[in-house]
């Protein structure tokens, strides 16, 4: 289907249509975890009878035999449960470093790590869960990673009519965390891959700055040149990476969102103010509302 989807933007753009279609840089996922406002055990009757527990409560009734053997031995009778878990286990994957692994293989999943092991799937998952007090996270693509790997992300990308976008994390920061994909592009697609084709560096700065901002109007910017905003990254290219995700609750009423933070980040310059210096935030918020294209 993506393919139709590709030749209906060479029709358009035959027939002097302006129009473009957005692609992520990596499969549209979710990062779960108990602190998240949805993981594996969130169907299963038994983490439901202590779901509304602090915490440490829940860590220690998860840790209880009895409810220990009913989430591994137990298979709940419900439909969402099987979608989501039990048939979703071999694209599922415990994220173990900072910097997630975004194109994982099969043999990665816990489906197939718990195959290799001998031991059911959802001791994998309890056990990665409750780690890090609750902060330990699973990676779950669900859009754009039918193949298993990231080859029509690739192919989309480099179609003349696509543009870099697509984020759900506004709506559902407590499970998505894509405020790190423009990094990753870099890190990633120019840098890091193994499985397939890399980007030329010049190509993915490209599509982020002056690509994005001539779509939206924003003439004023994008380039390095005169007369234009200046607004810089100026980055440690061998060393950018990222921390693990955490979860804060920083929103009103406590409310969650995931954040993952990058490194490497030497300077950053908002029309020419800094706002950034060696991953820190300096305080100066010189950026305004945009009200329309200049």
């Not at 439901?48 to 989430?71: V, Y």
């Not at 976008?165 to 120019?190: K, R």
Request: charged share 25%; hydrophobic share 40%.
């Amino acid at each position: 289907m993506w393919r139709d989807v590709l030749r209906l933007l060479d029709d358009a753009h035959a027939a002097d249509e302006s129009l473009y279609a957005q692609i992520a840089g990596r499969g549209v996922g979710a990062l779960y975890c108990l602190h998240g406002s949805m993981h594996p055990l969130f169907f299963h009757p038994a983490y439901s009878e202590i779901a509304h527990l602090p915490m440490p409560e829940q860590l220690a009734a998860l840790a209880e035999p009895e409810r220990r053997r009913r989430i591994i031995e137990e298979v709940p009778d419900d439909e969402q449960f099987a979608r989501i878990v039990t048939r979703g286990l071999g694209r599922m994957f415990l994220v173990e470093r900072a910097d997630i692994d975004y194109e994982p293989a099969y043999e990665a999943s816990i489906q197939a790590r718990a195959d290799a092991l001998g031991v059911p799937p959802m001791q994998l998952v309890l056990d990665h869960l409750t780690s890090r007090e609750g902060h330990g996270m699973i990676y779950a693509p669900f859009f754009n990673y039918h193949y298993g790997d990231l080859s029509m992300t690739y192919e989309a990308s480099q179609h003349p009519r696509t543009r870099m976008g697509l984020s759900d994390a506004g709506a559902h920061c407590g499970f998505i965390c894509d405020g790190g994909m423009p990094t990753f592009m870099l890190t990633h697609w120019t840098r890091d891959r193994t499985r397939g084709p890399r980007m030329p560096i010049e190509y993915v700065v490209h599509r982020q700055t002056r690509q994005t901002a001539e779509l939206f109007g924003l003439r004023d910017r994008g380039l390095v040149a005169p007369g234009l905003r200046a607004d810089l990254n100026l980055i440690d290219y061998d060393h950018l990476t990222f921390e693990l995700p955490r979860m804060a609750f920083d929103l009103p009423a406590s409310g969650r969102r995931l954040v993952q933070e990058a490194k490497g980040y030497r300077a950053v310059f908002v029309a020419g103010v800094q706002t950034v210096a060696d991953d820190e935030f300096t305080g100066a918020l010189p950026g305004q509302l945009i009200r329309g294209p200049r």
